[in-house]
């Protein structure tokens, strides 16, 4: 198996998500396709989409909402080894890997529900930025000699979206399929990694092509309900 995750869930939620396999968590509601999300304190001046936001106001929908329903898995796909998540994957090997277990990549839009849940949170943990709860914003992130240091963290507890799937932001960045932003490929990167960067829930980068893969990318899955 490709797959090691653990799942940590209440009675109520296990019985909710009986619909979907070990270690996925079932994502059920109405997703905003249009968002408005208002920064109150930026660290650091925006550019572009990229700004880091300290608090942000209450988010708004803009657009008629639509029903969601699917299982994702609880935490990133992760190596047996050493229970890091899985780094150096492109997308075409994300999806594969997928398929082999019976599941496939997430959309973008079914990601970005499963990490900000009905009320449209930017961070899967509120709508303040806490790096103490995720891993990001870390400062050093290369050696001496400019090489990119490997901060992965196993599962952390306290990173956890409004339906319980962990390290969605942070951490490891991981393949989705475009279906929300513009981009010329099927491939869509979300949540960022462990540097300061975008780690929120709604942007993606799709600059990078099917093939594409780097010490930061990774993956998890999802499947659908019949």
């Given at each position: 198996m490709l797959f090691d995750a653990t799942l940590s869930m209440s009675p109520s939620a296990h019985a909710q998500a009986s619909v979907c396999p070990q270690k996925m968590v079932l994502i059920s509601g109405h997703y905003c396709p249009k968002v408005r999300q208002d920064c109150l304190e930026w660290l650091e001046r925006p550019r572009g989409n990229d700004g880091r936001c300290?608090?942000?106001a209450a988010a708004k929908c803009l657009a008629p909402r639509f029903p969601m329903r699917f299982c994702i898995d609880v935490d990133e796909a992760s190596s047996r080894a050493n229970g890091l998540p899985m780094?150096?994957?492109s997308w075409r090997n994300a999806a594969t890997f997928c398929k082999a277990s019976g599941r496939r990549l997430c959309l973008e839009s079914e990601w970005t529900f499963a990490c900000e849940g009905?009320?449209?949170?930017?961070?899967?943990?509120?709508?303040?930025?806490?790096s103490s709860q995720c891993n990001f914003d870390q400062a050093n992130i290369v050696d001496k000699h400019g090489k990119p240091l490997d901060l992965r963290k196993p599962p952390a507890e306290a990173c956890k979206s409004p339906f319980g799937v962990r390290n969605l932001v942070g951490n490891i960045d991981e393949w989705t399929v475009r279906d929300v932003t513009w981009g010329p490929f099927r491939s869509a990167l979300k949540g960022g990694w462990w540097l300061a960067g975008r780690n929120r829930c709604r942007p993606a980068t799709t600059a990078h092509g099917e093939n594409y893969r780097d010490f930061q990318t990774g993956f998890r899955c999802c499947k659908s309900i019949d």
């Open positions: 300290r608090r942000f780094a150096h994957v009905d009320e449209m949170l930017p961070y899967p943990t509120g709508l303040v930025r806490d």
